[in-house]
């Protein structure tokens, strides 16, 4: 089993949907980001987050400590919003900052 | 301010070659990784580097040796490349202040 599992691994929309990509992990924490990978390939990072919710444009994600849990939400989806979308967690203990990463989330926004 | 660039961004071995990847950035960052992407698995840390002159093992370390001898640069090399090393590699690097990496463009290698 991955310390970080996203689900789904693909989706598809259309546009105006409202998205959500999921992620869990299974060790302690102490950062959680999403990051966005475009189809020619650059990864950008999206947002990092520790507690609560974050918010930036058309995007929100929030974490749940408690539950091991994260969300990405896209608003208003348009097929420039198609990417992968990947999870990564920062580890407690771990030196460097080392960050674990999840599959990626393959979404598709149809016109 | 190019940020973090890779060279090259493509490249082709045969099995038992040896080439250096090499990873720049102009953003005075004091960590620097490197990762493998491959389809159906997340990106995976080969080594990283917390200072200039430090290096330190990731998760797939084996096949890979790097060194960080100038802080904006940091060599990946591989001394007798194998079908198991095709993958696409990205370089990223962060301060010391902050939690975001920023990722290079990537290098696709293929190992024949």
């Known amino acids: 089993k991955n310390e970080v599992e996203q689900s789904p691994q693909n989706l598809t929309a259309q546009e105006g949907e409202f998205i959500t990509i999921n992620c869990s992990y299974s060790?302690?924490?102490?950062?959680l980001h999403w990051l966005q990978q475009h189809p020619g390939g650059g990864i950008v990072s999206l947002f990092m987050?520790?507690?609560g919710k974050k918010k930036h444009g058309r995007l929100i994600a929030t974490i749940n400590i408690q539950e091991k849990h994260s969300s990405l939400h896209i608003t208003a989806s348009h097929p420039r919003d198609s990417a992968v979308y990947i999870c990564?967690?920062?580890?407690?203990?771990?030196?460097?900052?080392?960050?674990?990463f999840g599959e990626g989330t393959q979404l598709t926004v149809n016109p | 301010n190019a940020g973090v660039t890779q060279t090259p961004k493509f490249r082709v071995l045969k099995t038992g070659q040896s080439m250096t990847l090499l990873c720049a950035q102009d953003m005075n960052h004091e960590y620097m990784y490197w990762y493998r992407q491959d389809p159906g698995m997340g990106l995976r840390l080969i080594h990283y580097s917390v200072g200039e002159g430090t290096t330190a093992k990731g998760e797939v370390p084996d096949g890979y040796n790097v060194s960080r001898l100038k802080k904006q640069n940091f060599l990946l090399g591989l001394e007798s490349a194998a079908p198991s090393q095709t993958s696409v590699y990205f370089c990223?690097?962060?301060?010391?202040?902050?939690?975001?990496?920023?990722f290079g463009p990537g290098t696709r290698l293929t190992v024949l």
């Open positions: 990223a690097s962060r301060t010391s202040g902050a939690d975001t990496q920023y």
């Open positions: 990564a967690a920062r580890r407690s203990e771990t030196s460097g900052s080392r960050l674990t």
């Open positions: 987050l520790s507690s």
């Open positions: 060790v302690g924490i102490s950062a």
